[in-house]
């Protein structure tokens, strides 16, 4: 929000009155805005800073709900640029599988919104916006529904799974979630490897994991927080790449390697406790033998 | 108006404080932006009359002086940009097709391109961008006969890929003519077209162009807000407007060396190669009075554009000014 009100309020007072109403009208809005939007959901907003301000529209014909759906008052006429750059990436991701995650899919998405192909120019070249744009749009995707999983276990509707059963089935949907890109998906993750878009990738990647456990039920304060997200973490990036080179019909192999690690990952769990309590065991036994042999060699006695 | 013989060192300082004088004189008042002798010193004028370099003149007559200015420059003013910028400007004209990026397909408008070098690098990207999407939709089709894949090539040979087409709009004739002629030296022959026409009343209907591009061009026009609004007016919805423009340096060391440079060496030059002193005074004069890069940006966003931009060339000598139509 204040990145977009300071691009417009501070100027020099000699400019025409037209530029300080856009900005007075650009403050109402964004006032507005905020009394009256909701908190933002996590994951969507991450990785976007701002809340959506406005500016008038040139063409009322292009109005339609707004993307993050902010409540009956808001005017259909009024667009910011987020929400308009949020519309042009959806309609790009249709044009991936042919296009490729890059610049032209943007623009030929643009294109299909009746926009010039110049609009293109807005992003990246590379293709990192749209590519960021999809993965949190698939995150919010899951956590619409977990939520929905949550609330039948709720009302009694849905039996409440297993920890290892719950995991599995997020991942497993969440991945199914890739399938329509699959083939270019690889190329999306490279991209998301590069130096500037690691911030907004692991942010994303940690959202998503901590969503997951929030719905498994994980409550752990303590380095158990930490361990089992970089658990997930890791069990949903090797999922993912095993996914990429799997041929197998409806990605079996997939699943199979999911359902091994979630197991692994659960006797790792186990076996932890049980070096802790060997252990444990171990050290008092020793203890035990010192103390005898100390009896036996007749050190232990009080002269 | 006062008019300059260029002494060593101090002239450009004595001429502004000439010109100063001179309008506290008629005018009454003067508004200085301190930012040193004459880079930024913007002087207030009557209405109906604007600067021509550091004199001040009717509106009128600045678009006959400018029109004459490069009628006179025309033959020499590719080579006159190469001496001058020491052939940087093919490098600040690279960088604004690349920060372009046009799709096959884009139509652009190239106001005040007279000389065509905005055009042909745009229709160089497009083919090269072309040839790359050829290759890519070939890699995917592994089975394609012999004939199939020379006709992939062959196609569009005739016209540019896409459909890409590009607009050299110019005020003066001199300049176009010089451009066309270039154009069939260099081999560019299609989806090419010259219009003359002023850039504050573009002979062109509404939305129109996807990319409007004014480079070196914007400083002459005698009412750049109406420049802005035409662009904004012939683009279509989510077009882009780019602006490759001269910009104040902010280093104040380097802009020291940048002025002795602008006023000592370049009229020089001008005199030398192209046996025009006056003009390239002119041209060096009309730097300094135009706007630095905030306050166009400003006046860029009050013409519509969002999502305006900015970018410093070599530490600010030169900006690329960048807005949406949305």
């Not at chain 1, 976007?48 to 709900?65: A, I, K, M, V």
């Amino acid at each position: 929000m204040t990145l977009m009100v300071s691009v417009s309020v501070v100027r020099c007072p000699l400019y025409p009155a037209q530029r300080a109403f856009h900005a007075s009208a650009l403050l109402r809005r964004v006032s507005d805005e905020q009394k009256q939007e909701p908190p933002p959901s996590s994951s969507q907003q991450r990785f976007e800073s701002h809340p959506p301000g406005d500016q008038p529209d040139q063409e009322p014909q292009r109005s339609h709900h707004s993307y993050t759906d902010q409540g009956g008052e808001e005017s259909e006429d009024y667009e910011s640029e987020e929400q308009l750059q949020q519309r042009i990436l959806t309609a790009a991701l249709e044009f991936v599988p042919a296009h490729g995650w890059t610049g032209d899919a943007i623009a030929e998405g643009a294109k299909a919104l009746g926009l010039s192909v110049a609009a293109a120019g807005m992003f990246h070249s590379d293709g990192s916006e749209l590519i960021l744009h999809f993965v949190s749009q698939c995150n919010s995707e899951l956590s619409n529904l977990l939520e929905e999983q949550q609330k039948l276990v709720q009302l009694g509707q849905a039996e409440k799974k297993k920890t290892d059963q719950f995991l599995r089935d997020a991942v497993e949907a969440r991945l199914r979630m890739l399938i329509p890109y699959i083939e270019k998906w690889p190329q999306a993750v490279s991209i998301l490897l590069l130096p500037h878009n690691i911030p907004s990738s692991l942010n994303l990647l940690t959202s998503m994991v901590d969503d997951m456990w929030h719905y498994a039920g994980d409550q752990s304060t303590d380095i158990n927080w930490y361990t089992r997200r970089t658990v997930l973490a890791g069990i949903y990036n090797t999922t993912e790449l095993v996914m990429m080179q799997d041929s197998s019909p409806d990605f079996e192999e997939t699943w199979h390697f999911l359902e091994n690690r979630i197991a692994d990952a659960m006797k790792m769990g186990i076996t932890a406790k049980q070096v802790q309590l060997t252990g444990e065991a171990l050290v008092q036994g020793l203890m035990g033998a010192a103390v005898t042999i100390k009896n036996l060699a007749g050190l232990n006695q009080r002269r | 108006s006062a008019k300059f013989t260029p002494l060593p060192k101090m002239a450009a300082s004595i001429g502004a404080v000439v010109c100063r004088a001179l309008h506290s004189r008629r005018h009454g008042k003067f508004l200085s932006i301190g930012r040193g002798l004459f880079s930024g010193a913007r002087c207030l004028v009557a209405e109906g009359e604007t600067h021509f370099g550091f004199q001040t003149v009717s509106e009128t007559e600045k678009g006959e002086k400018v029109y004459h200015v490069f009628e006179s420059v025309a033959k020499k003013y590719d080579i006159m940009n190469d001496s001058m910028s020491l052939g940087i400007h093919r490098l600040w004209k690279d960088i604004l097709l690349h920060q372009m990026n046009p799709y096959p397909g884009t139509q652009l408008l190239d106001v005040a391109g007279g000389t065509g070098d905005i055009a042909f690098r745009f229709i160089n990207y497009v083919r090269s961008q072309w040839e790359h999407q050829i290759r890519q939709k070939l890699k995917s089709h592994q089975n394609l006969s012999w004939q199939e894949i020379s006709k992939s090539y062959q196609e569009e040979e005739l016209k540019l890929p896409g459909g890409s087409q590009v607009v050299v709009c110019d005020i003066n004739k001199e300049m176009l003519k010089v451009g066309k002629q270039k154009a069939q030296h260099l081999g560019y022959s299609e989806g090419l077209s010259w219009v003359v026409g002023n850039a504050e009343e573009l002979p062109f209907n509404d939305s129109k162009f996807d990319v409007y591009t004014i480079a070196f061009g914007i400083r002459n026009v005698t009412h750049i807000d109406q420049a802005l609004q035409e662009a904004y007016r012939v683009l279509k919805p989510g077009g882009r407007f780019l602006c490759l423009e001269f910009s104040q340096v902010n280093n104040p060391l380097f802009s020291r060396l940048y002025d002795l440079y602008s006023f000592q060496v370049i009229p020089v030059l001008g005199e030398i190669i192209a046996g025009d002193w006056k003009s390239y005074q002119y041209l060096v004069e009309s730097i300094r009075h135009f706007p630095a890069q905030e306050e166009f940006k400003a006046m860029i966003e009050d013409a519509g554009f969002l999502k305006v931009e900015y970018r410093n060339l070599t530490s600010g000598i030169v900006a690329i000014h960048s807005g949406f139509k949305l």
